[in-house]
């Protein structure tokens, strides 16, 4: 692992987050989002991010979190990234910090269900008294049997 | 029979650029090959037709052995054997000649194809180059005054020559060998009563300064000038030149020079350059030497890799300073309508019409803030100014906007020009006698439309040429001449570009078809149907009159297929025919495939986007004329039912009854519509197509997106899997 790695923390809910952020393309206010009529439940719908159309995936439904939690303020983000070439946002209700990964312990995916499936998850990081979750970001996209749909 | 090195072992990326270099060119060059030969079929006495082929050939076989493709250089080699003798008259043109080269242009084809998926040149074409020299053996009159210029098995030997070669005329060599070029040994000989011998062997050299590169001669200049003092008797001297001209050429140059009595010429023994220059041109080609790096068995190998980068440089050199690739050297009496043009990477044209579709769209969000500033500030100067200036801007992009879609325009003759081959070979196949014609070959279209258009128009043409034209003696007993006619012809029309097939065969037989489509049940028993109608039923799927399958036209596979295809690019296609006289199938497709026109429609809040194309009209539906039969809504349109699909339902939207009118959007071809219901109707306006990005996948419905003026994402609906939901039922 590179040493100078950096890790963008985002928030969902009372939960922590952590993604790449050789990963992270941009972050921006929510503009207006196209809904798509069939498309799967977790993608809230499609943006213009400087003419190209990208989709918004909503994390919450994505990893099966109650949706009841969902913030609608001015601190809501969409984190763009890019994944083979490929950009999708994510919806998040906040964005954090910027950490040093080496600034934290990083364990592995506990065994025992955090309420997210583990396929998500890269690992769980400790960064003073906090807890993070390190996310895999190449399968937030991916179908639920882990086919990558890229 | 041959195993060539395989291009994914070479590792230099230089080479790889030379590689794409040569492919292209090299394409380019059987494609203009083979359109020559059917040419040369037809007008078998054109001395520079033959010419023509016989340079490409040349060049071919040249880029094909720098590169190393020895399997291609055997069969170019041949080739351009066989039409050497067709241009010195020794053989004439037979169907067989012209069978065996298209035949050619075919297994190089195949061979180039290898060439591109990386995959190592196997093709066996031993049997094609013998039976290229059996025909070529098969020489009408044996002349041996003239030595020939082609690598015969038996010319008359040359005079072995020493060139005394300095540094620089090795160089020129190396490079010359290395473009394929021909090196010729020519001997001079001058009236031996001539006087200042040395200033004709000046003045040849000067001529031949025209056609190509003198590499050297001998005895040199200052030895004859030498012997001339000392009246040594010398009636001869030798040269070496590389040209890419052919034999009469040089000969007519250098007889120019008064004196000159006699001249021979012969192919420089290629043995030779490699003893003078240190490589073997073909046997030892560049790519191989440079992957190969330190082939074990080969000891020569270490001295070698040194020379080849020396080779990769002199060819990279030459590659800056010619604008047109290596093996295009038939420059000089090249063709005249060539075009400058340069090679650009389609992605980079794409990203480029992207950005100006981006500004497109800025322009139109500026445009409403105009609008809104002026509704503010009425009589504002500034505001004014800002409205006059964004009319110009406008202006400056509309003129931008064609520019760059320009960019994308083939014209449709790279596509036309495959079927007087097809139309031959099947003529040959069958013996029918039919002649193609084509029109508006220069009409420009959208790439990706012409890439697509291929396979549908040889269904077309197929259909024509199998089902269409009669055999020979049908024609002349229906008191038509012996030669069917089949005109193939594209040209503009306002926004769109058809495509016009027509044969003056029998037409089609429209009582089979109305038999056809009753017992498949595509039409019921009592429809009336005009002569149109019934022809244009043979694009339903499940459609297909040929009672005998042939390989012409294909099994199985019906005109739904070309239907379908044509439709996925926004096209339509008509037919029409008459007993006896013939068929004319009209195409109609839009001339770019970026930017359409669409029907903006309202759903509860939201926003989609209708093709124009598949619109064929808006109606206005009172909800009381609404009837639900089997579970699907129908309406009243002229008569006829017509199936409704409402939005609302189909993308999970709330549905309300209580609206008093609701407005259907008729979509759909022929006698095959729908209507989509829909709240209103928000005008017509040009979209730039967007896709929906590949985690979406193809959901139903929908096919793309584009962006609007206000920066929102709106979905374009897919007519066509819409129409299959509902008319599946």
């Known amino acids: 692992m590179a040493v100078d790695q950096q890790l963008v923390t985002f928030r969902l809910g009372t939960e922590e987050f952590g993604i790449e952020i050789i990963k992270v393309q941009e972050i921006i206010r929510i503009p207006p989002i196209t809904r798509v009529p069939q498309a799967p439940s977790y993608i809230d719908g499609v943006i213009n991010l400087r003419g190209n159309v990208i989709s918004v995936v909503n994390l919450r439904r994505r990893f099966g979190l109650p949706d009841d939690t969902q913030e609608e303020n001015d601190v809501n983000r969409i984190v763009v990234l890019k994944e083979n070439k490929h950009e999708f946002g994510i919806r998040v209700d906040a964005v954090q910090e910027v950490l040093q990964l080496q600034d934290m312990d990083l364990e592995a995916p506990p065994s025992v269900s955090v309420g997210i499936d583990a396929s998500f998850i890269r690992g769980i990081g400790k960064v003073d008294d906090r807890l993070l979750i390190f996310l895999r970001q190449e399968n937030i996209l991916s179908t639920e049997e882990g086919v990558e749909t890229v | ?729």
């Open chain 2, 1 to 729: 029979m041959s195993l060539d090195k395989d291009p994914g072992n070479m590792g230099m990326p230089d080479v790889e650029e030379f590689l794409e270099f040569y492919l292209l060119d090299s394409q380019e060059q059987i494609e203009r090959l083979g359109a020559s030969i059917l040419d040369l079929e037809r007008d078998s006495e054109n001395i520079g037709l033959i010419n023509e082929l016989f340079r490409s050939a040349h060049s071919l076989k040249g880029a094909s052995g720098t590169m190393g493709f020895t399997a291609i250089v055997e069969v170019t080699h041949a080739a351009e054997d066989l039409l050497d003798k067709v241009r010195q008259g020794k053989l004439t043109v037979t169907h067989e000649i012209i069978d065996v080269l298209l035949e050619v242009t075919d297994v190089v084809k195949d061979m180039l194809a290898q060439v591109e998926a990386q995959k190592p040149v196997r093709h066996d074409a031993e049997d094609l180059v013998k039976r290229i020299c059996r025909l070529a053996k098969g020489v009408i009159t044996e002349t041996t005054d003239i030595q020939t210029m082609s690598e015969d098995p038996d010319p008359e030997p040359a005079p072995r020559v020493e060139f005394a070669l300095d540094e620089n005329a090795i160089m020129d060599l190396r490079e010359v060998t290395l473009f394929g070029q021909a090196i010729y040994q020519l001997t001079v000989i001058l009236d031996e009563q001539a006087l200042m011998k040395t200033v004709r062997a000046v003045m040849v050299i000067q001529r031949l300064q025209d056609l190509g590169k003198v590499l050297a001669i001998s005895p040199s200049i200052e030895n004859m000038e030498l012997m001339e003092e000392e009246e040594i008797s010398n009636d001869r001297f030798y040269l070496l030149l590389a040209t890419d001209e052919r034999e009469e050429e040089i000969l007519s140059e250098i007889y120019m020079v008064s004196d000159v009595i006699d001249i021979h010429v012969s192919i420089f023994d290629s043995s030779e350059i490699s003893q003078l220059i240190g490589i073997e041109p073909l046997e030892q080609p560049l790519a191989e030497k440079l992957s190969t790096e330190m082939d074990s068995s080969k000891e020569t190998a270490r001295g070698v890799s040194h020379e080849a980068s020396t080779e990769t440089e002199a060819y990279s050199k030459f590659l800056r300073d010619n604008v047109q690739p290596p093996s295009g050297g038939d420059g000089g009496g090249g063709k005249s309508d060539q075009v400058h043009t340069i090679r650009v990477d389609t992605d980079r044209m794409d990203s480029l019409i992207n950005m100006v579709g981006e500004m497109v769209i800025t322009r139109a969000r500026l445009v409403k803030i105009g609008d809104d500033l002026r509704g503010k500030f009425p009589m504002d100067a500034l505001v004014n100014n800002l409205n006059e200036t964004n009319i110009y801007l406008g202006r400056l992009m509309n003129d931008l906007q064609e520019s760059a879609m320009r960019l994308r325009m083939v014209p449709v003759g790279t596509v036309f020009s495959r079927y007087p081959r097809l139309v031959r070979d099947f003529c040959r196949k069958t013996g029918k006698k039919i002649d193609l014609e084509l029109h508006g070959e220069e009409t420009e279209m959208d790439k990706t439309v012409i890439e697509q258009i291929g396979d549908p128009l040889t269904h077309l043409i197929r259909n024509c040429v199998d089902h269409g034209i009669e055999d020979p003696g049908t024609r002349l007993a229906a008191g038509k001449s012996e030669i069917g006619k089949i005109i193939l012809k594209a040209y503009h029309e306002g926004n769109h570009i058809a495509i016009v097939i027509s044969d003056d065969g029998d037409g089609l037989d429209l009582q089979k078809i109305m038999q056809k489509a009753l017992t498949a049940g595509l039409i019921g028993e009592n429809e009336d149907l005009s002569e149109r109608e019934i022809a244009n039923l043979i694009f339903l799927p499940g459609f297909s009159t040929a009672d005998q399958i042939t390989d012409i036209s294909g099994r199985g596979v019906g005109m739904d297929v070309v239907k379908r295809a044509l439709s996925g690019l926004g096209g339509t296609v008509d037919i029409r025919t008459k007993a006896g006289e013939g068929t004319v199938f009209t195409i109609k497709l839009p001339l770019t495939l970026a930017i359409i026109q669409a029907l903006l429609v309202g759903v509860c809040g939201e926003i989609y986007a209708v093709p124009l194309s598949s619109v064929q009209e808006t109606l206005r539906v009172q909800n009381e004329d609404v009837r639900t039969v089997g579970g699907i809504k129908m309406a009243k349109l002229r008569g006829n039912t017509l199936p409704l699909l409402s939005l609302k339902s189909q993308f999970g939207l709330p549905e309300d009854d209580e609206k008093e009118t609701v407005f259907v959007v008729v979509v759909g071809v022929m006698d095959r519509l729908i209507g989509l219901m829909v709240d209103e109707l928000k005008g017509q306006q040009e979209i730039v197509l967007k896709t929906l990005g590949d985690d979406l996948g193809s959901l139903p419905g929908i096919s793309g997106a584009t962006i609007l003026g206000d920066g929102k994402v709106t979905l374009i609906l897919d007519v066509g899997t819409l129409m299959q939901d509902v008319l599946t039922y």
